[in-house]
């Protein structure tokens, strides 16, 4: 039997808030860029050998993850919806953060893409947790190669400025605004997001 409380949560985006489904993959994706974070930039540093390679097999593997996962919210957004603007939002800020959300998909795609180029440029089999094989995106090429490793490089870092950013506007809602930006990002009840939530009571 399914509980009441389930019954009744839609699993698709409403005009107030964001659903469980989008919520999840909100919330996965930034724990999985947190551990990709850690892994990409002390792998390079390991001494070479089974470690390392297990290392880099992992990161691939994730970011792999990363990729499907991105790919699924977006097909999920465009299915389920969005909210709408949080009440009382200044058009500026609507526009700034709706460049910044597109920007960190784009970036989603763009530096797994990119790690999956540095990876095929090398000559390097690709293989997801040592399931199934993938293909390779480009062919070997030195310089291809080195490129790639500073695009990836350099995106990476792109994205840790927005997500500073990106957490710091939400922070910044919830604190001072006070309106229900974070708490519709969160599951119902987890966060009081003062009194510009109250059109959101179920
Ligand atoms: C969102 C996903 C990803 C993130 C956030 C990420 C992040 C990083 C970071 C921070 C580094 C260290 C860069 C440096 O200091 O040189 C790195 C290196 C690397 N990444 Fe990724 N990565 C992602 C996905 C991937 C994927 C999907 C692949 C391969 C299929 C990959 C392959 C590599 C390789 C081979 C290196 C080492 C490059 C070198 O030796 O300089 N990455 N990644
Ligand atoms: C502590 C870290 C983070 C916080 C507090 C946070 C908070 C939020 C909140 C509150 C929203 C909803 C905004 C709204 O309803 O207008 C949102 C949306 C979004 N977040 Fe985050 N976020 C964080 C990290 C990340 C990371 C790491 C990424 C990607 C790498 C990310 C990508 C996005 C995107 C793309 C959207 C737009 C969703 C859409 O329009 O489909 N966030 N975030």
Redesign the pocket.
């Known amino acids: 039997m399914i509980p009441m409380t389930l019954k009744n949560m839609p699993l698709k985006n409403t005009p107030e808030r964001w659903g469980p489904i989008s919520q999840l993959l909100h919330w996965t994706i930034l724990v999985?860029?947190l551990v990709?974070?850690y892994?990409?930039?002390t792998?390079?540093e390991l001494p070479n050998g089974l470690d390392k390679i297990r290392t880099?097999a992992l990161?691939?593997?994730?970011?792999?993850t990363?990729?499907g996962l991105v790919t699924l919210r977006v097909l999920w957004r465009l299915y389920a919806g969005t909210p709408e603007p949080v009440p009382g939002t200044p058009t500026w800020q609507e526009r700034i953060a709706s460049l910044t959300h597109f920007a960190l998909y784009v970036?989603?795609f763009a530096?797994?893409?990119?790690?999956?180029v540095?990876?095929s440029s090398?000559g390097?089999p690709?293989q997801w947790f040592g399931l199934f094989n993938?293909p390779a995106i480009a062919g070997k090429d030195h310089d291809l190669h080195e490129l790639s490793?500073v695009v990836?490089?350099v995106l990476?870092?792109i994205?840790v400025a927005l997500v500073f950013m990106h957490a710091a506007a939400a922070f910044y809602h919830h604190l001072f605004q006070r309106d229900a930006t974070l708490a519709r990002m969160l599951p119902r009840g987890w966060l009081s997001s003062g009194p510009k939530e109250n059109h959101d009571v179920a």
């Open positions: 999985l860029i990709m974070a892994l990409g930039l792998m390079t880099y990161h691939k593997s994730i970011g792999l990363i990729l970036l989603l530096i797994p893409l990119s790690g999956w540095v990876n090398a390097f690709l993938l490793e990836h490089e990476f870092w994205l």
